[in-house]
């Protein structure tokens, strides 16, 4: 498997940003992520994210991947958090 290490630093948050309480911080993110949930396909997709995606989906039609239904691993995970508090 081929490791990613070139990945772009993000742009550092808007003015303002840091002024902000947790609580507008969330809002804010909520806001941009609704914005951009509306049309993903114009969300552009970095050429390394569809090499890895190729790449996984490969090894795992060779047979040398696992996978499980979401509603399992799902159940796991919340039963771990259960177990953590």
Same mark, same amino acid.
């Given at each position: 498997m081929t490791i990613?290490?070139?990945?772009?630093? !993000?742009a550092l948050p808007p003015p303002g940003?840091? $002024?902000l309480s947790p609580d507008?911080?969330?809002e804010y993110i909520q806001a941009l992520w609704d914005h951009f949930s509306q049309h993903p396909e114009d969300v552009p997709? !970095?050429?390394w994210?569809?090499?890895v995606?190729? $790449?996984r989906l490969a090894a795992h039609r060779r047979?040398?991947?696992?996978?499980?239904p979401w509603s399992e691993v799902r159940e796991e995970l919340l039963a771990r958090l259960r177990t953590e508090r």
């Open positions: 990613y290490l070139s990945m772009r630093q !993000p940003f840091d $002024e507008e911080k969330l997709v !970095p050429d994210h569809r090499q995606v190729a $790449e047979g040398e991947m696992t996978s499980r």
